[in-house]
């Protein structure tokens, strides 16, 4: 099994986590508060994010810092762009086929 | 909070046409297939039942030779069933046909919806289209197909 990009944030509690560092680098603890998340966990998550190149840390001293990272938001940005093609594409070929229903009513209505 | 929230897409379009010609456009076996697509197979469908509960089940079929190809070149049947059910289904107002995606290893059974919502208005018709795309059959379709980067894969043992 694999995980992706999507799997790393198929869960809720990753996405609040990314949510809480929109705010910038900050230690764990802030991040536990400002997601409203229980502390048990939130490291394996954080490993997970950081694996999937969501999250970078740096040693401060003691303290260790989590930031986001923009790569894999570029990636989803990417690929929410093929997925609205597929369907700008799709309800052109939509428009299209309400032409053909409409011109084939307009000929029925002037055979008559 | 909002991020409990799936991340959706909303399409709008505006058509001078008859509400009924939109609607059959999505409820009818010769509507559907004259659009569905994607770009490069056709919908063969079996069955559309358009009533809450009714399947829409099709066969996504390669429809040019370059598919045909590339769908052998990535070890991929040509083709691929797909059903889908109409969760809601209010005539000419709204439906909604939900997918169950089961087919994405380490992902559990879940179900993505496609959401259309229709007004008449002075001759025209507005059709919304709200779409939650994330692990969508499109998007497992256009990762056979190699639309997509790369995405960064991650091992298991982390899931």
Redesign the interface.
Known sequence: ????????L?D?TR??IV?ALLAGEQQVGDVVLRA?IHQSGVS?HL??LS???FVSMRPDGQRRLYALKA??FQ?LD???R???A??????E??????Q???QK?KDRSKRK | ????KKAK?V?E?T?Q??LE??W??WTTKA?FE??????GFRADVAELDARVGGALRYEMVADTPEMVANMKKMGQPPSHSVTSRFRECQPRERLVLTNIIDFL???AAYENDIVVDFRAAGGKVTMT?T?A????E??SA?QREG???Q??????R??
């Open positions: 099994m694999q995980l992706d990009v999507f799997q790393a198929a809720p996405r609040r949510e409203g394996r490993r997970i694996e999937a190149g790569g894999p990636e990417e690929w929410l093929n997925y609205r597929l369907w700008d594409a799709r309800l070929r939509f428009e299209a086929a309400l053909r229903k409409n009513s | 909070m909002s991020t409990d897409i399409i379009r058509y046409a008859k010609d939109v059959d456009l509507g004259s659009w569905w697509g994607p770009q290893p380490g992902v289209v779409l795309p994330m692990h969508s499109e998007f256009m639309f997509t980067s995405l960064t894969k991650l091992d298991a982390f899931g």
